[in-house]
């Protein structure tokens, strides 16, 4: 089955530690997405990337990081610089083609918590 | 990046039609309407998405206001399942140009819809 896997479903994070989240898609998509999702709220982007080894800030990119180094994932880091890490994660992926838009396929989600 | 008003609530009762309201006062002229739902701890899912024209598909009914400010989205008959939070989103479409923005989408806080047996 074609998709996208986020894994762990639930993550904890100790005070100064970093963790790295993971995102693997089979969809053959080039562009994918963190978005992170506060409770009773909607999604902010955090990063995106439009193809391998090139990504792009988003919103709320301050204390994240991410690398692109294959197509069909786009890992996480949230790093300690990131004081409020408690949140739900969602990683999405589309096609991307030059001036059309693309639908975006999202994954499960992780959600992290600090301990 | 257009900012995008819904409800922050509605109910329904099944079988009957549900018309959920968005406000996109700023969208400009290549900036798509996309609509996505999301259920409780999932992932949101495409629903539905247009630029001017009224659009249809399975699962619902887009409708555009001819000034494109704002839009509508139409189950035409709900059901138990249709149960969710709805995100009205806008999309930069149209020329990429280098634009870092390009394909971004930007969620609101959404309506959530709760049906009534």
């Known amino acids: 089955d074609g998709g996208i896997t986020q894994s762990p479903k639930y993550l904890f994070r100790k005070e100064g530690q970093n963790v790295t989240l993971s995102c693997e898609q089979n969809?053959?998509?080039?562009?994918m997405y963190w978005y992170r999702q506060d409770p009773g709220q909607g999604l902010r982007l955090i990063y995106y990337s439009q193809i391998v080894n090139d990504f792009q800030k988003g919103d709320i990119a301050e204390g994240y990081s991410v690398s692109r180094e294959k197509k069909e994932s786009f890992p996480l880091t949230v790093t300690s610089a990131q004081k409020n890490p408690t949140a739900f994660y969602l990683c999405a992926s589309s096609p991307w083609t030059s001036g059309a838009l693309e639908t975006q396929y999202f994954g499960p989600g992780t959600r992290l918590l600090v301990l | 990046d257009a900012k995008t008003t819904q409800p922050n609530s509605m109910e329904s009762n099944e079988e009957e039609p549900v018309h959920l309201p968005c406000n996109h006062s700023t969208i400009s002229g290549t900036d798509y309407i996309h609509w996505y739902r999301q259920l409780p701890s999932q992932g949101p899912e495409y629903v539905i998405h247009g630029l001017t024209s009224n659009v249809n598909n399975r699962m619902a009914s887009l409708a555009i206001a001819e000034d494109r400010k704002s839009s509508t989205l139409i189950l035409h008959r709900a059901t138990l399942r249709d149960a969710a939070v709805y995100y009205c989103?806008?999309?930069?479409?149209?020329?990429?140009?280098?634009?870092?923005?390009?394909?971004?989408?930007?969620f609101g806080q959404g309506t959530i819809l709760t049906v009534h047996p």
């Open positions: 989103t806008s999309q930069r479409g149209g020329d990429n140009a280098g634009g870092t923005s390009y394909g971004k989408l930007t």
């Open positions: 969809l053959n998509h080039d562009a």
